[in-house]
């Protein structure tokens, strides 16, 4: 099955300092995987997506993405965190429906504190 | 522009009453899905549509909900006779294709509530 895992449920950091979340990828072929951000109350907001190219992804609020192949990962960074950043991070990765169409499948969720 | 649009924020219902949530996609967006985010968990697809078709509804319990996006107006997901199960927050996204497409994200409205008493 195809599954994206984050092994975190959360991660804590103090502002100022770098930052990584991490999510790791199950996937027949090439993998189209993406990260999202979800504030209190709020839907999911896209910050970036690697679909092929260089493995560094850069995203929205300064925030980019490592796609690396033999580790089947796709981790979440940002080398210096703010407190405005303590939010739900999502990794999803996008499948293949019965129908043939595609969807998104998340993973469960790391909740990101950066403490002042 | 105005992003997807969903209402209510929140409803509060009754076992056995009808839970009707309402999507407006992002303008000139023609792929809406559907997902169901229960505490503590991502978000579990549950229905694909494009104007007047249902794609893919394998996410979708198999009674009691059903999900329709008319040419006109908005995507409506409804679940009939509610139980407590069914207390979640669900999100409606959009795309302008297919999220297969190598940039197509989806693009989510902020969710309803939905509270079963």
């Known amino acids: 099955a195809q599954s994206v895992a984050q092994p975190e449920d959360q991660v804590n950091v103090a502002e100022g300092n770098p930052l990584t979340v991490k999510c790791t990828y199950s996937v027949s072929g090439n993998p189209y995987l993406f990260w999202y951000v979800q504030y209190p109350n709020r839907g999911l907001q896209f910050l970036l997506k690697?679909?092929?190219?260089?493995?560094l992804v850069k995203g929205s609020y300064g925030f980019e993405a490592e796609f690396n192949k033999s580790q089947t990962s796709f981790h979440l960074k940002k080398p210096s965190a703010l407190v405005s950043d303590s939010a739900l991070y999502f990794c999803a990765v996008r499948v293949r429906l019965n129908s043939g169409y595609s969807t998104l499948t998340f993973g469960k969720g790391t909740m990101l504190l950066v403490s002042p | 522009n105005a992003g997807v649009m969903q209402n209510p924020r929140h409803l509060v219902r009754r076992r056995g009453q009808e839970a009707r949530l309402r999507c407006s996609p992002v303008k000139g967006h023609s792929h809406v899905y559907w997902y169901r985010q229960l505490p503590e968990e991502g978000l579990k697809f549950m229905v694909y549509?494009?104007?007047?078709?249902?794609?893919?509804e394998s996410g979708m319990p198999k009674e009691r909900f059903s999900a329709e996006f008319p040419k006109e107006g908005p995507s409506i997901l409804r679940i009939q006779q509610v139980v407590r199960g069914d207390s979640a927050a669900y999100f409606c996204?959009?795309?302008?294709?297919?999220?297969?497409?190598?940039?197509?994200?989806?693009?989510f409205g902020d969710g309803t509530r939905l509270s079963i008493l």
């Open positions: 690697y679909i092929t190219g260089d493995n």
């Open positions: 996204a959009s795309s302008l294709g297919t999220s297969g497409s190598s940039n197509q994200p989806q693009h």
């Open positions: 549509l494009q104007k007047e078709n249902i794609i893919d």
